[in-house]
């Protein structure tokens, strides 16, 4: 593995938020398993029926990370799906409650007591996404929390996924490579077999299951040599390294007044595509849907965008009106605010918003500006 | 699990009407809060607005309300016996502790005047417990006064220094912004100043006070934000990494002095 300072012991990154998450084991203790390529559909449906199992699928050419009924819809792809995890946590719209008036009184009916409370296990999660769900957590599970987020992140068993080779826009490795600090299990393609690293007690009581066996070392040395190729690959096309937290969020804050915003600025369409298709993106609006009468309603919450206009706005003024302030903010609400408050970046390098900006924004090459 | 999202029922009890666009609704909602903090405020099937509370006795609380928005403007057509949703209080309210045996100096501006009500009443009561009190307060005409039957009452206890921008028949005090009555504080050293308004009266009239030796860590601002959730989420009210809505709505201006002057610049609020 490339050397990272962000992977540093496992046992710094548990946090309690007082939920029960899987508990992280020190994962230097075990030596790895790995499971043969021709029994991993024995074991996915042993999850499936053991768990709510989501895994990677793909309609349409668009793949996403949806439930599954068998364990042939997954689709085995060599890199992250192009929609990202967050809309099963936190989904696009999100009804609170219903109201109904009844004599001029209203009855409230909370919405939160119909989602399921279901044990999900995720197959085929990436890195990028991983991670983007630890800061999802901190946003939504800190001081005040999200109790529909939390009702649906609670009990979820993460076993991930290295990629086997990067999309054109990925750059995991400025945030520290393909394989985050939490997870349940861990599975690299080593060949015939898939190597399996294990994150958390949990995962070890499945390992523990007919369809794994003892890895040795040289599966373990063919892993690390899987891992380094691809993340080489990776960095030799980006060239950013953001491992250095604080330091790289103070340079970022120190171009404040560069000239880049006022070229950013002018480029943009503040469409806020990036930010729907961001794993970390988490800003709402809440507004209420009635029927033609008003007599009944729902509250519901919907994805915002930052870059529009309107999202800064007050009765008494708009406190963001220029499209360079809003590009900015974004910048720094990725790189900048998330590390002052939560000493973590909110961009995990998995470049979706590169591939969909329609003014070819590229992430990267804001970074390497800023880092320069 | 506390659904913090879910409001609960109250009922209006007293609409008070202020000004040709402000009323007060008393609202029966049993909420202990600090003086400046808000709550989010329902209109079923308008949405949520956030509204400072201007006053309460622990069984209502009071929000004083102009029309400017789609909640806002719903709600100047209830009436009594209407029920709302209320959700919190939210927010951190004035340092009120950190007056106490200090001058004060409470600067308003419009319909600013109202997170800084409860702030003024509990002065009234608790009078000895403060030097010298200053309340400034400007308005655009002397119609759009807020509370201007309190003003007796009020000035008993403090120094009441009003200011208009546009006279109207029968007005005879000070014409002029806000900043124009700042040379008449009598006292500058030891003072807390509070302050609420729009962002260009604020913006000046702190301007003007640190000129005249008001330190800016001693002068508190509530800032004014559409706070969608009240509880640091939905990232409406974020700027500068503070969310307004949890960390504030009320900044020390040393904290918040830069994105005063530039509101929309992010430099601002790097400290």
Known sequence: MLFNPLKTNNEIFITNYGINFTKIVNSVMNMGVKIAKNRISEFLDYLRRRYVLYAPIEKDGISKIGKIESVSEIAFLPYRTKISVKPIFFPPEEKFFKFQKKDGWFELEDYLLQIDEEEKAIFGLRGCDVRALEVLDRYMLSEFQDPYYRKRRENTLIIGLSCDYPRESCFCTAFGGMIPNRYDLWFTDIGSHYFVDIGSEKGRELVNSEFFEEATKEDEAKKIRKINTVEMEINRRTKIDLCEIKKCAQEIKKKANDPIWEELGKLCLSCGKCNFVCPTCHCFDVKDVTNIDGSEGERIRAWDSCHLYEYAKTSAENFRKERKARVRYRIYDKFVFPVMRYGVYACTGCGRCNEVCPAGINIRDVLRRLIS | MNNLYLPFLAEIKEIREETPDTKTF????????????????????????????????????????????????????????????????????????????????????????????????????????????????????????????????????????LTVDEPENGWKGHVGVVTTLCDKIKHVSDTITLMCGPPIMMKYTSMVLIELGFPPSEIYLSLERNMKCGIGICGHCAVGGVYVCKDGPVFSLNRAIRFIEKPHEVQGVLD
């Open chain 2, 26 to 161: 008393v609202i029966s909602a049993p909420l202990k809060f600090k003086p400046g903090q808000f709550v989010e405020l329902s209109v079923f099937g308008y949405g949520e607005a956030p509204i400072s509370i201007s006053g309460g006795n622990g069984e209502c609380i009071e929000l004083t309300i102009r029309a400017v928005g789609n909640v806002t403007n719903k709600i100047h057509r209830m009436k009594v016996g209407d029920y709302v949703g209320i959700r919190g209080p939210f927010g951190n309210g004035w340092p009120i502790e950190k007056v106490e045996g200090k001058n004060l100096l409470i600067a308003a501006g419009g319909i600013g005047l109202a997170p800084l009500k409860p702030v003024i009443e509990h002065v009234c009561q608790n009078r000895d417990k403060f030097k010298e009190v200053t309340l400034l307060y400007g308005a655009r005409k002397p119609s759009l006064m807020l509370f201007k039957y309190k003003f007796d009452e009020w000035s008993k206890h403090m120094n009441l220094l």
